[in-house]
């Protein structure tokens, strides 16, 4: 983040990351969350990796779908009081994961060079890896080469036949579609107030969001950019799907066994999604 202009982040924030705990109480992420689930399919010894983690709710449903037989689950973030969601769930998780399911706060704009390359398995984020971001100083103007060396370093430390599992939003997302969906849950909601009070910090981060997206520091990209993207990176076969009350994708993009490294955006560009079979627009909801 170097060299960008002065510009606020509020993800590495305590207010912030605690708006985005309180997601999980509305329906319309909650099937965001069973649908990418659905395609992870966690299992025996595997090791995980939870991209822009934010309260685990992934890395906790990787550990109680697997009923707790995965070998281990990090959730990477860069709001450190993520820790405490983390400590939650290893209270509340069941089975008991110890440190089986564990947080680390690091910014993925700079990579992931904590970790060896096939390192993990399987990797898996929520609505975050959007948030790459970076400048270049020479053109004055944000760009995507954080959001490519995120899908770059995912590849590289899964182990081949590795799944990337993660969900985005899609291009000016009608986040009042997500509230509509959820009003039920206001009713249904213990304490209402709080709930509204919740909703509505989350709708001003929302607006931070979309605003930052336009002037191109966020991406909010099309289903084929991000398929052009993944393909760049090498990932294969990819397939997507929509969920978030239509606001997000789903993709599950795989690590062939024969990958070449190198990212190429010519190349991207020239393939334009070449296996139309790789896109499967299955699932609006
Ligand atoms: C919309 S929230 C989603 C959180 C969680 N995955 C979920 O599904 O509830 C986005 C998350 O991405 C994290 N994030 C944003 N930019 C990041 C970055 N550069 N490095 C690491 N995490 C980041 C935020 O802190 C936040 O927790």
């Keep these: 983040m170097s060299g960008s202009p002065t510009v606020r982040n509020f993800w590495p924030d305590t207010k912030c990351a605690k708006a985005f705990w309180s997601q999980q109480e509305v329906r319309p992420y909650r099937r965001l969350l069973a649908d990418t689930l659905d395609w992870c399919v966690p299992s025996v010894g595997e090791r995980w990796l939870?991209?822009?983690?934010?309260?685990?709710?992934?890395?906790?449903?990787?550990?109680?779908?697997?009923?707790?037989t995965i070998k281990e689950v990090i959730g990477l973030d860069c709001a450190a009081i993520n820790e405490v969601a983390f400590a939650h769930i290893r209270d509340e998780a069941?089975?008991?994961?110890?440190?089986?399911?564990?947080?680390?706060?690091?910014?993925?704009?700079?990579?992931?060079?904590?970790?060896?390359?096939?390192?993990?398995?399987?990797?898996?984020?929520?609505?975050?890896?959007?948030?790459?971001?970076?400048?270049?100083?020479?053109?004055?103007?944000?760009?995507?080469?954080?959001?490519?060396?995120?899908?770059?370093?995912?590849?590289?430390?899964?182990?081949?036949?590795?799944?990337?599992?993660?969900?985005?939003?899609?291009?000016?997302?009608?986040?009042?579609?997500?509230?509509?969906?959820?009003?039920?849950?206001?009713?249904?909601?213990?304490r209402p107030l709080r709930f509204l009070k919740r909703a509505l910090r989350m709708m001003k981060y929302g607006a931070w969001l979309k605003q930052e997206a336009r002037i191109g520091r966020f991406h909010y990209l099309t289903a084929e950019q991000v398929c052009e993207k993944l393909q760049a990176a090498g990932f294969e076969p990819i397939e997507w799907r929509r969920s978030y009350a239509g606001q997000?994708?789903?993709?599950?993009?795989?690590?062939?066994?024969?990958?070449?490294?190198?990212?190429?955006?010519?190349?991207?560009?020239?393939?334009?999604?070449?296996?139309?079979?790789?896109?499967?627009?299955?699932?609006?909801?």
């Design 50 to 68: 939870d991209l822009g983690c934010g309260s685990g709710p992934l890395s906790q449903g990787l550990w109680e779908r697997s009923g707790g």
């Design 94 to 190: 069941t089975p008991s994961p110890g440190d089986r399911v564990r947080f680390l706060c690091h910014n993925f704009s700079h990579g992931l060079s904590l970790f060896d390359d096939e390192s993990f398995d399987h990797a898996v984020s929520g609505l975050s890896i959007t948030y790459a971001e970076s400048y270049s100083e020479s053109q004055g103007r944000w760009t995507t080469e954080a959001y490519d060396r995120v899908l770059l370093e995912a590849l590289r430390v899964l182990r081949p036949g590795g799944r990337f599992v993660f969900s985005v939003n899609v291009p000016e997302p009608k986040w009042w579609k997500v509230g509509l969906l959820s009003l039920g849950d206001l009713f249904r909601a213990g």
């Design 248 to 285: 997000a994708f789903v993709f599950r993009a795989v690590k062939p066994h024969h990958t070449h490294w190198s990212f190429d955006p010519g190349a991207a560009r020239d393939q334009t999604c070449a296996v139309g079979s790789c896109l499967s627009p299955g699932n609006a909801g």
